[in-house]
């Protein structure tokens, strides 16, 4: 369900209600990415669309095993026609997840509890909003460019039962 959003400056149950996600449970963000990496112009590994689709499906079944409802994030570039993140959603219960695409970021950082990316410059921000900020990569290729070898706010997954975890902690917050 993609929905338009205005921005609001109030409480996280207001922020809420702006991207029609529930009030009683956790809301977790899932940040998505421009792919770049095809660029000729790029020199940096990346994340590929493979590696995206895994991370959402892990956050998704994360979110399965708990109360939990996805709030996937769109790059700017994408809400144009990047990738088709309902595909991979419709395999969910379609009241366990929204898409947006643009939104304001204190609105996103109000209604989330949690959020989770592979590279995103949103994941720095999100983390220095106070939102506990997690990347997951399948594997060691490009670590030195990797966010969380950067910025250690950002903390590391090691698959779905860390998933798990870390949404079931902010059940208890």
Partial sequence: ME??????????????????LPHNSPVVLFISEHLVSQSPMWQ???PTEADLEAMLRLVLDAAAKTS??????????????????RRVCADYRVDRWRIVDMAEKAD???AVDVAFGLNSMLLIEAARAGVP?????????GRESWLSSIHPEIRELDGLNGAVAAIRARLTH
């Fill in 108 to 110: 996103l950082f109000r």
């Fill in 68 to 85: 939990a409802t996805v709030l996937v994030k769109l790059h700017p570039h994408e809400a144009g026609g990047g990738h088709d993140w």
């Fill in 133 to 141: 900020a997690y990347s997951y990569h399948g594997n060691a290729i």
């Fill in 3 to 20: 929905l338009p959003v205005t921005p609001t400056r109030g409480s996280a149950d207001e922020a809420r209600r702006l991207f029609d």
């Fill in 44 to 46: 940096w590994e990346q």
